[in-house]
């Protein structure tokens, strides 16, 4: 799990940093706990204050207001969904670009069915009346599509994908767009690729809402693992992933990278 006091004991030197970061993350872990229970439209740092054992003043002097500690709840849930999924890629052989892929996302799968009030303040409905600040929030909530999009990339490169993800012809007026991309991130990845990748990412996330937010009934998919995996299995198609790495559809086809 995720421990903001961990990941700044390096930086800090003295007692009351270290006093400051532990407080910091007893109000990060309360947080939690009311999000689970009451929801994030609901969240208050006086209930937050009491449950820590101290008048909500003292909060202040940590944690502005409500606010606040939504963007620190963000922050520390899309790090912990992140190193969540950079555990399973890695666990998994960097020239095993479909497998990379099911283990990312059966990680995103594991993690919000663990969390789901956390995944919910990530991937759910907009708390009203809060705007994330992008300059804390994009660069840990861009982790996981940035691992998927590396791993089409990667498998690009090295001349993995079958041809037949290469069959949809893009509009016109999204190449600006996937260019922008490319160049930002410094992708191979042609268009009609990019754009495949866009609609895996959305699917993948797609599908886990579904489970996640009970949108498939309580009666309808008894085997929601078994789903899943047939999903992750199409979108790896989708993608032009295969299982060993090695396209066989047609070898003078294969996407390889021009």
């Not at 930086?11 to 109000?27: G, K, N």
């Not at 949809?168 to 260019?179: G, M, N």
């Not at 498939?216 to 789903?227: K, M, N, S, V």
Request: proline share 6%; net charge negative.
């Amino acid at each position: 799990m995720n421990d903001p006091v961990a990941a700044a004991e390096p930086t800090l030197r003295t007692p009351r940093e270290r006093a400051r970061a532990q407080t910091i993350a007893d109000i990060v872990r309360l947080g939690r706990e009311h999000l689970a229970e009451q929801g994030a439209a609901a969240l208050s740092l006086r209930a937050v204050a009491r449950d820590l054992g101290v008048v909500s003043s003292a909060v202040y002097r940590y944690v502005a207001n409500r606010d606040e500690l939504l963007t620190l709840l963000l922050v520390d849930a899309y790090s912990e969904l992140g190193d969540a999924v950079d555990a399973a890629v890695n666990a998994v052989s960097e020239r095993d670009f479909d497998g990379r892929f099911k283990a990312l996302g059966r990680a995103v799968r594991e993690w919000a069915l663990r969390e789901p009030a956390r995944y919910g303040l990530l991937f759910g409905s907009p708390v009203p009346g809060y705007q994330a600040p992008s300059s804390q929030t994009t660069t840990p909530g861009t982790r996981v599509i940035y691992r998927l999009i590396g791993i089409l990339d990667g498998a690009y490169r090295a001349g993995a994908l079958t041809a037949m993800a290469r069959t949809a012809v893009v509009p016109s007026a999204l190449s600006a767009d996937l260019e922008a991309i490319r160049s930002e991130l410094g992708l191979a990845l042609p268009d009609e690729l990019q754009a495949n990748g866009a609609l895996v990412w959305t699917s993948l996330f797609g599908a886990v809402s579904f489970e996640v937010f009970g949108q498939y009934g309580p009666d309808t998919f008894r085997a929601r693992g078994e789903l899943f995996e047939h999903h992750l299995t199409v979108l790896a198609a989708m993608a032009g992933l295969v299982p060993d790495g090695n396209p066989r559809d047609d070898p003078k086809s294969a996407a390889t990278p021009v």
